[in-house]
């Protein structure tokens, strides 16, 4: 039941956040609506026209030094993890692009990991090391926070209180709580000591690095904070009073998960500042922070991306490495752009047009025009919305889809009056899209894209604010249903809510498409055309472990050229392939992406079973996210020898063998194992009744005739009857051959799989094999290290803990008893969907049905 219960819960996550994300943003626009009850669009727009260039200026110079200090976040995490230096230069490109986009398209975390991720892989870190950064980086600025607000709430609590009406003593006591808190970690983490907290052991930065990160983390958040401080009435409030309300705002943003924290950080502010400044101004300035502190830095990295695929600063250093790791930041990069054209545009079709712009429009422009421009121009950023997400997958019919639509959007917006902020997002969205083309090769259908659940968040977040920006405008409106059918240049409020009411049409259809589509497209399991193509493949590769599409019980995805596939299997909503892919190595890549465009656009989740670390690279381009599963065994059979220490349970499991008068024999395929299929059966059938257990599939074989007499079987005879066997699976080129069922009757002697497991390495290495497979030890190797991804302590901590469900550590034993090398083997998950969804889905494949893993 609680598995069950699990299984549900993992599987409707991202609704439930989804769900989550819109009743917090519904709330949060019924608060700042109410909030601004006194407050018209003409007030704001006085403010902002009033708030002085030195004022500006000063913002634009905190943000830069703010952008200063989050690089130094990266420059931490990389000592603290690496303990070498990378070019200065390239990590501050990576952190300011990281920064960029994540500031400004939402969920920091994930999509500033994303492009950590790529580029820093570029700059020649591991998967595991990326990992480490990305926590740091992630636990810094939120320790970071509550460091910094507790101190400026502790010094401010008499004026937070009359600002809040809570008690000063309980502000007070929870800023201490806080501070004592962190105290003792930072006391506890002295010269990296290691904490055990249960099973798991940390290792806690040492004080220096938690001292150099929290002045990092202080000047971070006291130039944030005060690019905004700035831009208000400086005798409102007193900064340190400013900074405490700042620092939580900040924190409820990113706690309400809801994409860049928009309307939870405005909100917040209005309520704890709008009875000291007044709401028109503190409203101009919110909008001229967002601006300047979230929009610009995403124009000055994409003007850098424009000016460096000119060519014509080569010579110049910080170009050359921006333009080694532009391959990696550039679709993000223009993603997030975007994202913020497309959501710009938006909320300019429900905001007022200039008076003079209205004047012009009126004399050279007829209504009929103005009033089509005004409404597709509002579609039109929608679409260019929309096609971030298939931009940040390289798409080339997104990149397609976004000139077309930027270009179509600057000439309607033009038509219909375009404001200086809108014109330049587009010009900048054209050029860069027009220079970076070759980075959008990946052939995909557009149409087929389902929007994931986060991204249907954002959609949702964007065109509620939209609404709540026209009801805002227009709040003194007395609204009627002739308001629908009135065309006037002069009369705006019609012509907004046909916008708001066609972007609510629109996202709504594109919602529901993505959440509520069709039965979900189920390929049919391979027919014998499939299998025909796939075995020559199989035969003619290294991997062994290949020869499991033989089963028939997965599907098959064949190249173009029919030269190399994929084997998946779908459970729930995990398309889950198998291993790497078999064939040639130069069509493997494109159909990677074919797998996980197939997934996506049946509303599915990508996942890679087993992989090696030769797919890591792929991975992080498709922004798919990798999780350690164990480790393969890998024994060298040319070295393979019986002698030495290490090797005398094996020769003396050969003695105690040659006692027992066990015999080595091995059917070839065909005919042979046909003739003890019989025998087979009966063996295979005591075995299961024996562990009460039932057959398995997907990444394991059962005993299937046709599958059983497909490759040569490995006999042991006890007095001419077969008391154990096993499987072999082997190709054409003898790279690698490995076994696949083993099965043996309660009966046969103790130790007598040793004896055919030896007599088995012998007879390949005999027979010309280079390596045999001894198959996935799981939840082996994981890192050990304190600075270690969570994913691996919580992984090592089951390793050493729960043998009571599952032999982790004897199976690793029983295999290191054959010397053999270990390689890594992964978990693969496409977008920010959970491992623990996708093994959960593995399992169950595995176990033939949800039955079969509750079951026996």
Known sequence: MVFRLLYLFERYREYLLLAA?????????????????????????????????????????????????????????????????????????TSFSAYAIGNTAGFGALSGGAIRLRAYLRLGLTPEEVGKIVAFVTLAFGLGILGVTAIAVLVTAPRLSALSGLDSTLIRGISILILLVLSALLVLGRGGRRVSIGAITLRLPDSKTSSQQFLV??????????????????DAVGWPSFFAIYSTAIGLGLISHVPAGIGIFEAVMVSALGAHVPVDRLLGSLLLYRLIYNVLPLLIAAVALILVETRRFAFVPVAAAFRQLEPRLAPALIAALSVVTGAILIFSSVTPTNDDKLVRLENYMPVSIVESAHFVTSLLGLGIF?????????????????????????????????????????????????????????????????????????????????????????????YSDSLWWEFEIADEVPRGLRAA??????????????????????PQLPTGDALEKALPLVMSNGKAEANLVRMGDKQILLSESGNCFIMYGIQGRSWVALFDPVGDEEEATELLWRFVEMAHAAGARAVFYQISPALLGFCADAGLRAYKLGEAAKVSLPDFQLKGTRMQNLRSAISKGQREELEFQVANAGAEVDAEMD????????????????????SLGSFEPDYIRSQPVALLRQHGRIVAFATLLVTDVKQEASVDLMRFLPEAPNGCMDFLFVRIIEYLRDQGFQTFNLGMAPLSGMSKRDSAPVWDRIGGVIFEHAERFYNFKGLKAYKS????????????????????????????????????????
Request: glycine share 4%; hydrophobic share 55%.
């Open 21 to 93: 994300i819109l009743i917090v943003s519904g709330l949060t626009a019924f608060a700042i609506y109410k909030l601004t009850i006194e407050i018209r669009i003409e007030d704001v727009r006085d403010a902002i026209g009033a708030t002085p260039l030195s004022a500006m200026l000063l913002s634009l110079l905190f943000t830069a030094l703010s952008f200063v200090a989050l690089i130094c976040y990266d420059i931490n995490a990389i000592d603290y993890v690496r303990k070498e230096k990378l070019p200065l230069v390239s990590v501050a490109i």
């Open 501 to 522: 009411a066609g972007l609510a049409v629109a996202a709504s259809a594109v919602a529901l498409y993505s959440l509520l589509r069709p039965a979900k497209f189920r």
């Open 386 to 478: 929309i096609a971030a997400r298939g931009l940040s997958n390289r798409l080339d019919a997104a990149w397609w889809f976004a000139l077309a639509t930027s270009v179509a959007a600057l000439f309607f917006a033009n038509l219909r009056g375009v404001s200086p902020l809108e014109a330049s997002l587009l010009v900048v969205l054209i050029l860069a899209l027009s220079m970076t083309h070759r980075r959008f090769k990946r052939p995909a259908s557009l149409i087929h894209q389902a929007l994931a659940p986060s991204w249907v968040a954002a959609m949702a977040v964007i065109v509620a604010s939209a609404v709540t920006l026209l009801f805002f405008v227009y709040r003194d409106v007395d």
């Open 217 to 234: 983390s202080a000047l971070d958040m006291a130039a944030s904070a005060t690019a905004l401080y700035v831009l208000i009435p400086q």
């Open 817 to 856: 008893k054959f010397a053999p090398r270990w390689e890594a083997r992964y978990i693969a998950v496409s977008g920010n969907a959970s491992p623990v969804m996708a093994i959960m889905d593995v399992t169950v494949l595995i176990g033939g049905g949800l039955r079969g893993v509750v079951g026996k």
């Open 679 to 698: 025998e087979l059966q009966a063996v295979s059938s005591s075995w299961l009744e024996q562990h009460d257990t039932r057959e398995k599939t997907f």
